[in-house]
C-alpha cells in the first residue's frame, strides 16, 4: 500500500459571494518532494493555498476535502488552526519587507514564534534564534538578531523568513513566490537552502510561482493552473517536454523573445557620462572618527544613442538603481553627464526642472509608485499638467486618451483607479505616465519582476514597438537576464558599484568574459536555453 500523502486536497473549489475562483482542484504532496503550483496572475494558485490552510476571510466559501498527515483541515477549531500554522505548517511569503513587522527587531519576531508554538523564551529563545540564523547561512548571525528589517537585503530579509518558517520543524513549507524581487544568484541560492532544509527534515514543499524556470530546477512535479482549475499535473521534466494542455504550451512559450530594432552606426550620444561615482557618507557614532564614506558607485563611464537600449545587471546592491538615480540628478553624484548636447552636472533649480519632462521613469511597483487615490487620467496627466500648463483641459484628455490606446489600455479605463488593474495593466499604466511626455530617454527600474512570464513577453512588445515608433532610448535595469536579452542593445555589468564587464548584449551573454559574469549567466540558466530569434 502506498504511502499517505503528507498534504492531500481534493475537488477543492473557493468561491467569493458566490462566483468560484478555484473549481476541483486535487493535488498532493508527498514527504520529501516539492510540487510547484504554477499559472499566471490570477490563475488561482496563492488563493488555493490559503483556502486549503484556512487563512481566507469568513466571505469565502470552501467545499472539497482538506487533509494534512490523515487530519481532516476541514473540522479544525480556530484554537487547532493556531496550532497547525506555523508549527505543522510553515509559510514564506513572496515579500518579506510586508511580511516582517518592521517595529519588531528580527530576534523578537523570531522568538515570538518560537514562545507561541514551543513555550521557548529567554536565553534558550535567543539561543535557538541564533541557531536558525546561522541553518539559513545568514553571515553575522548574531549581530542580525537585534537588526531591524529595514536594515537587511532583500535576500537577508527572506532568509529571516525562511527561519521563522522552519522554526517549529513543520512537516509542509508553503512557499508562495519566495524569490520574486531577488536576483539571479540570491534566487538559486534561496531555493537550494530551501531544498536542502526540505531534504534534511523531510518536509514536503508547496512551491507557488509563475516563473517557469524556477520549477525546471528546484521541482519534482507540477501542477499547472488556469482561471482556477488545474490542466495538467505531472513529473516537471514529463509535463515540460510533452505538455498536454495548450495552456501550458502557451506558458512555456510565453518567455520574452525577439530582440530590439538594430541601430544605425555611429550615432551622436544622446547621454554621454564621464567619471559617474556616487558616495554616501556613514554615520558617525559618538567619540569615533568619521569612517570614510561608503562608495556606492565607483568611477565609471558610459553612453546611450537615440533609440537604443542600455541594460544594467548584477546583484541586489551592485548599485544599479543608484546609478540611474545619478544619471537622473536625483543623489549627489561626481562625473560629467552631458544629454543630447546639455551639461545636466552644471544645472539646477528651474534650469533642471525644465530638463526633466526629456527623462521619464517607471518603477518596479506600479502600485506602490501609483497614487491609489487619483484616477487614471489624473495620474497620466499629472507630469503633462506641470510641464505645459498652457494647455487646456481638452487638449490634456485628448492626450491622455490618445497615450492610453498606445499602451493597449481602453479609454473607458481613465475613471478607474489603480487598485481595479491587474499587475500588468498597471505597469501600462506606469508606462502611459512616462510616455505622455515624450520623452527621450526612459529609465525602466526592474518593471517586470513582479509579473508573470506571459505578461512579461507582452510588456517588452509593448516597449520595444514604443521604441521604434517614437525613437526613445532606455536604460533598462533588470535582474531577470531572459528579459534584458529580449530589450537590450548593450548590456552593462556591476557588481560591488564597479563595472566589470560591457558591450554588445548577446556577445556578452553568450560569451561572458568574467567568472561574475558567467556566475549571473549560470544562475539564470540562459546557457540551457536556446537563443531567442530576431523577429
Known amino acids: 500500500m502506498p504511502d499517505q500523502p503528507l498534504f492531500q486536497l481534493d475537488d477543492l473549489t473557493i468561491a467569493f459571494d458566490g462566483t468560484p475562483v478555484v473549481e476541483s482542484l486535487s493535488l498532493e504532496v508527498q514527504r520529501g518532494e516539492t510540487l510547484a503550483l504554477v499559472g499566471e496572475s490570477g490563475s488561482g494558485k496563492s488563493v488555493s493555498a490559503l483556502g486549503a490552510l484556512g487563512l481566507l476571510p469568513s466571505s469565502a466559501s470552501l467545499s472539497g476535502g482538506r487533509r494534512l498527515e490523515g487530519l481532516d483541515l476541514a473540522s479544525l477549531s480556530h484554537r487547532e488552526w493556531q496550532a497547525v500554522r506555523g508549527g505543522r505548517v510553515g509559510f514564506v511569503f513572496q515579500e518579506p519587507m510586508t511580511s516582517l513587522n518592521p517595529l519588531h527587531t528580527v530576534g523578537k519576531q523570531i522568538g515570538e514564534v518560537l514562545r507561541l508554538h514551543q513555550g521557548m523564551t529567554g536565553k534558550a529563545a535567543r539561543r535557538r534564534c541564533h541557531e536558525l540564523l546561522e541553518r539559513v547561512r545568514l553571515p553575522r548571525a548574531a549581530e542580525l538578531l537585534d537588526a531591524w528589517p529595514h536594515q537587511l537585503s532583500g535576500g537577508q530579509r527572506q532568509?529571516?523568513?525562511?527561519?521563522?518558517?522552519?522554526?517549529?520543524?513543520?512537516?509542509?513549507?508553503?512557499?508562495?513566490?519566495?524569490?520574486?524581487?531577488?536576483?539571479?544568484?540570491?534566487?538559486?541560492?534561496?531555493?537550494?537552502?530551501?531544498?536542502?532544509?526540505?531534504?534534511?527534515?523531510?518536509?514536503?514543499?508547496?512551491?507557488?510561482?509563475?516563473?517557469?524556470?524556477?520549477?525546471?530546477?528546484?521541482?519534482?512535479?507540477?501542477?499547472?493552473?488556469?482561471?482556477?482549475?488545474?490542466?495538467?499535473?505531472?513529473?516537471?521534466?514529463?509535463?515540460?517536454?510533452?505538455?498536454?494542455?495548450?495552456?501550458?504550451?502557451?506558458?512555456?512559450?510565453?518567455?520574452?523573445?525577439?530582440?530590439?530594432?538594430?541601430?544605425?552606426?555611429?550615432?551622436?550620444?544622446?547621454?554621454?557620462?564621464?567619471?559617474?561615482?556616487?558616495?554616501?557618507?556613514?554615520?558617525?557614532?559618538?567619540?569615533?572618527?568619521?569612517?570614510?564614506?561608503?562608495?556606492?558607485?565607483?568611477?565609471?563611464?558610459?553612453?546611450?544613442?537615440?533609440?537604443?537600449?542600455?541594460?544594467?545587471?548584477?546583484?541586489?546592491?551592485?548599485?544599479?538603481?543608484?546609478?540611474?538615480?545619478?544619471?537622473?540628478?536625483?543623489?549627489?553624484?561626481?562625473?560629467?553627464?552631458?544629454?543630447?548636447?546639455?551639461?545636466?552636472?552644471?544645472?539646477?533649480?528651474?534650469?533642471?526642472?525644465?530638463?526633466?519632462?526629456?527623462?521619464?521613469?517607471?518603477?518596479?511597483?506600479?502600485?506602490?509608485?501609483?497614487?491609489?487615490?487619483?484616477?487614471?487620467?489624473?495620474i497620466i496627466s499629472e507630469g503633462l499638467r506641470f510641464h505645459h500648463p498652457e494647455l487646456g483641459a481638452d487638449e490634456v484628455e485628448r492626450h491622455v486618451h490618445g497615450t492610453l490606446k498606445e499602451v493597449g489600455l481602453p479609454e473607458g479605463c481613465a475613471s478607474r483607479y489603480p487598485h481595479e488593474f491587474s499587475g500588468g495593466q498597471r505597469q501600462r499604466i506606469a508606462i502611459a505616465r512616462a510616455i505622455i511626455m515624450a520623452p527621450e530617454l526612459v529609465v525602466l527600474d526592474e518593471p517586470t519582476s513582479a509579473l508573470d512570464r506571459s505578461v512579461q513577453a507582452q510588456l517588452v512588445s509593448l516597449l520595444r514597438e514604443l521604441q521604434r515608433r517614437r525613437g526613445i532610448s532606455y536604460l533598462f535595469i533588470s535582474h531577470d537576464l531572459a528579459v534584458v536579452r529580449a530589450m537590450a542593445h548593450r548590456i552593462l555589468v556591476l557588481k560591488d558599484g564597479e563595472m566589470v564587464e560591457s558591450g554588445d548584449c548577446l556577445a556578452v551573454l553568450e560569451h561572458p568574459a568574467t567568472d561574475y559574469t558567467k556566475a549571473l549567466v549560470k544562475a539564470a540558466g540562459l546557457q540551457e536555453r536556446q537563443p531567442a530569434l530576431p523577429q
Request: charged letters at 25%; aromatic letters at 4%; one cysteine or more.
Open 159 to 378: 532568509r529571516v523568513m525562511i527561519a521563522m518558517a522552519i522554526a517549529n520543524a513543520p512537516r509542509l513549507l508553503v512557499a508562495d513566490e519566495p524569490t520574486t524581487a531577488l536576483d539571479v544568484t540570491v534566487q538559486r541560492e534561496i531555493l537550494a537552502l530551501l531544498a536542502e532544509l526540505r531534504d534534511e527534515q523531510d518536509m514536503g514543499m508547496l512551491f507557488i510561482t509563475h516563473d517557469l524556470n524556477l520549477v525546471r530546477h528546484h521541482a519534482d512535479r507540477v501542477c499547472v493552473m488556469h482561471k482556477g482549475q488545474a490542466q495538467e499535473t505531472g513529473v516537471v521534466d514529463d509535463v515540460f517536454s510533452s505538455p498536454q494542455s495548450s495552456h501550458t504550451r502557451a506558458l512555456l512559450d510565453a518567455e520574452p523573445s525577439g530582440r530590439p530594432a538594430p541601430l544605425a552606426a555611429a550615432r551622436t550620444p544622446l547621454l554621454d557620462a564621464q567619471g559617474i561615482a556616487v558616495s554616501f557618507q556613514r554615520p558617525k557614532r559618538l567619540f569615533q572618527r568619521r569612517p570614510a564614506p561608503f562608495e556606492a558607485v565607483k568611477p565609471l563611464d558610459l553612453q546611450i544613442a537615440p533609440g537604443e537600449t542600455l541594460g544594467i545587471v548584477g546583484e541586489s546592491g551592485s548599485g544599479k538603481s543608484t546609478l540611474a538615480q545619478a544619471l537622473l540628478r536625483l543623489v549627489p553624484c561626481r562625473g560629467t553627464l552631458d544629454f543630447d548636447g546639455t551639461r545636466l552636472d552644471r544645472l539646477s533649480g528651474g534650469d533642471l526642472r525644465r530638463q526633466r519632462r526629456r527623462f521619464q521613469v517607471v518603477f518596479q511597483d506600479p502600485f506602490g509608485s501609483l497614487s491609489p487615490r487619483m484616477p487614471v487620467s489624473d
